[in-house]
């Protein structure tokens, strides 16, 4: 079974803070996805990437960073944390190519900023 | 207006009873339909994708229709364990999946 890690499940964090999350995926899988999902709006892309050390900006990367430095693991970076980023972040991978590919989710790092 | 819009629900139903969901989109060049299910406090998990044929996976059956830009769910004879929040999910490609807000069930004894 595909298996994807994030680094915390909980994570409470400062106004102003860089805040890192961490993803990994050891399936090899190329698509390498992070969501933020707010009550209400469900799940919105912040960024991803297809490759090692590409991205591209999902929906809503304002304030956001990433980083993909390994096929396995990509980073969701806060630069500068602020409240309206509490929210549950989730990290994805999918395997290159088709239109029916699965998403595989890791369990999500809920991120409250003070 | 949102891209994929789903009733959010609750939906409230006895053990053992049929309900559906719809799920509506707005741009005609999507590709791919899915269904996927969150538990709470979980993360979301295919429970199937949605072909223009319909499909059917045991007391589930999804269905696409095109021309009015919209997908549906329906879930026979319910079950306790189907209580989760189902969400819509389409796609113009690999790397472009909107998702909707969900639809909440809860299926009571």
């Known amino acids: 079974d595909v298996k994807v890690t994030q680094s915390s499940r909980y994570l409470v964090k400062r106004t102003g803070e860089k805040v890192f999350l961490e993803c990994v995926q050891d399936?090899?899988?190329?698509?390498m996805f992070w969501y933020r999902q707010d009550p209400g709006l469900g799940l919105r892309l912040i960024y991803f990437?297809?490759?090692?050390?590409?991205?591209e900006k999902g929906d809503i990367p304002e304030g956001y960073s990433v980083s993909r430095e390994k096929k396995e693991r990509f980073s969701l970076i806060l630069e500068s944390a602020s409240t309206n980023q509490t929210s549950m972040y989730l990290c994805?991978?999918?395997?290159?190519?088709?239109?029916?590919?699965?998403?595989?989710f890791g369990s999500g790092t809920q991120l409250s900023v003070l | 207006r949102k891209e994929v819009e789903q009733d959010p629900g609750p939906f409230n139903v006895p053990e053992g009873a049929t309900v559906a969901f719809n799920c509506t989109y707005s741009n005609s060049a999507s590709q791919s339909f899915f269904w996927y299910r969150q538990d709470c406090r979980k993360e979301p998990k295919l429970l199937m994708s949605?072909?223009?044929s319909g499909n059917e996976d045991g007391r589930f059956t999804a269905q696409l229709n095109r021309a009015s830009q919209y997908i549906s769910l329906l879930i026979r004879d319910s079950k306790l364990s189907d209580s989760a929040t189902y969400l819509c999910v389409v796609s113009y490609n690999n790397n472009d999946m909107r998702f909707g807000a969900g639809t909440r069930l809860t299926v009571k004894p």
């Open positions: 949605v072909y223009s």
């Open positions: 399936m090899d899988h190329e698509n």
């Open positions: 994805a991978s999918s395997p290159w190519g088709g239109t029916n590919e699965k998403l595989f």
């Open positions: 990437s297809y490759d090692v050390k590409m991205k």
